[in-house]
């Protein structure tokens, strides 16, 4: 039958991602069962020593991570448990931070032999493991976020380990009883939250540096182009983010200085000439453009896209020839960026 133990662990960080833990010993746990270091049987277990998050074995993105030197060391299960941080599974990096800080629980899941456990005390205690077969090692829930510790305290069914460390981290008593609405409604808020943090942070790699390409009305393309006189109409972020080519992440995103390499009217319609004087600039034209070296592809892209739409090949970065001789059809650089 198959098992799982849950064990406060004892760790210690090596770095690189690295925690050293006892993830099983001879004390007897929360059920009455003492399962004895020296039956435990590693040799399926050390051809696919996998670190799983809360014995998930359906989702790849579960393996959080592998354990190394796995060994029975006096009378405790001693491994290195090695944590895949750095590499995009958010589960990985967050369980190495709260096994750093000490505050992990692991989870043995293994089968036992039946033939060789016995009860303790006639059965009134528990069971006496004494052959049993590791299969994994879990990590289990034991979120530091505040709340979500609040909310996994009310929570009916937590595992009285996690329920010790989680009860330890707030260092307050917890009602033990939640209606389970309130519950839910709890979760909906803490989920809706974190929702807000992620969108918030999305468009703040939005909101700064290139902007992206888009579409937009064409004026005709012989029609003048006067930079300033459009940038005094302009009002609004909506507005000048439209007319532009790139954003001041450190500026004030409402102020008209934050905005660099117009080629928009204010009342939206690309401009030909705009497009041709901001390309000249990017690429070197009266003394280039003051932005950072990583956001000119960015920059090129969008200017290029309205080049496509008046069906002009775009210049390629640093071709400056190609883009007076060819983009401005014969014009003058002096004659487009007037």
Same mark, same amino acid.
């Given at each position: 039958m198959y098992r799982e133990k849950v064990i406060r662990a004892e760790t210690k960080a090596l770095g690189e991602g690295r925690v050293q833990a006892v993830v099983s010993d001879e004390s007897e746990d929360r059920d009455?069962?003492?399962? *004895? $270091? $020296?039956?435990?049987?590693?040799?399926? %277990?050390?051809r696919h020593p996998v670190l799983l998050a809360s014995h998930d074995y359906r989702s790849l993105r579960s393996q959080i991570g592998e354990w190394e030197d796995m060994? @029975?060391? #006096?009378?405790?299960? @001693?491994? @290195?448990?090695? &944590? &895949?941080?750095?590499? #995009?599974?958010?589960? $990985?990096d967050w369980g190495y931070k709260l096994a750093e800080k000490g505050r992990a629980a692991f989870s043995v899941g293994f089968i036992a032999d039946d033939t060789k456990e016995r009860e303790l005390d006639g059965g009134r205690r528990g069971v006496? %493991?004494?052959?049993?077969e590791l299969l994994e090692i879990s990590h289990v829930t034991v979120p530091a976020n505040r709340?979500?510790?609040?909310?996994?305290?009310k929570a009916q069914g937590l595992h009285p380990v996690v329920d010790e460390i989680v009860r330890e981290e707030l260092g307050a008593a917890i009602p033990d009883h939640l209606d389970a609405d309130e519950f839910r409604r709890l979760v909906r808020e803490? @989920?809706?939250?974190?929702?807000?943090? *992620?969108?918030?942070?999305?468009?703040?790699?939005?909101? *700064?540096? +290139?902007? +992206? +390409?888009?579409?937009?009305p064409k004026a005709d393309e012989d029609s003048a182009w006067d930079a300033g006189a459009?940038?005094?109409?302009?009002?609004? *972020?909506? $507005?000048?983010?439209?007319?532009?080519a790139w954003v001041d992440s450190d500026g004030d995103p409402d102020a008209k200085a934050s905005y660099k390499l117009p080629h928009h009217r204010a009342s939206g319609e690309v401009v030909w000439r705009g497009c041709a004087a901001a390309m000249a600039v990017l690429m070197g034209g009266r003394g280039g453009v003051n932005i950072p070296e990583g956001d000119m592809v960015g920059v090129h892209r969008h200017i290029a896209g309205h080049y496509r739409q008046f069906d002009r090949e775009p210049p390629e970065m640093m071709n400056l020839g190609e883009l007076a001789s060819e983009a401005l059809r014969g014009l003058s650089l002096e004659e487009v960026l007037t």
């Open positions: 009455g069962d003492i399962i *004895r $270091a $020296a039956g435990w049987s590693l040799e399926h %277990f050390q060994a @029975v060391r #006096g009378k405790r299960l @001693v491994g @290195v448990a090695h &944590y &895949y941080i750095g590499q #995009g599974n958010d589960e $990985a006496e %493991f004494l052959k049993q709340n979500a510790l609040q909310l996994m305290a803490e @989920v809706d939250e974190l929702l807000d943090e *992620r969108i918030d942070d999305r468009l703040a790699l939005l909101l *700064r540096g +290139p902007i +992206p +390409p888009h579409t937009a459009e940038l005094r109409k302009a009002e609004g *972020r909506a $507005a000048l983010r439209r007319m532009h």
